[in-house]
């Protein structure tokens, strides 16, 4: 008896860990994703030089690093601010929010 209370008691607390350790990776993937699709972007900026519809053509095929990140490029003085922003889920409490990433593009001349 003594045994299959602790049994049940190691099940109730350690299958939630579980589940939540294995939405806690499926975040980290999402945010790894975002973050090569970002150093994507910025790379194929800052090798162009510039930032104009062929740029935004490669820009474009590189989406299948993230599908379901949003891109947003906004130019400031002399450098672009490429902000990604990406889903984060925990379903085991219904919690749904976005993450985002910003980076600065060097000095495009």
Known sequence: MKGAFEF???MIFA???IVFGLNFMQIL???NQARQYQNYVVTQIEHQNRLDDSVYELIDNGK???SSCTLNITPTDQRYDVKVTFPI???LINY???G???M???VIK
Do not use: A, D, E
């Open 104 to 106: 600065m593009t060097q």
């Open 96 to 98: 749904h929010t976005n």
């Open 64 to 66: 299948k690093y993230c």
């Open 89 to 91: 889920h925990l379903s």
């Open 8 to 10: 049940g008691f190691i």
């Open 100 to 102: 985002s990433l910003h």
């Open 15 to 17: 299958l939630p860990m």
């Open 29 to 31: 993937m999402t945010y």
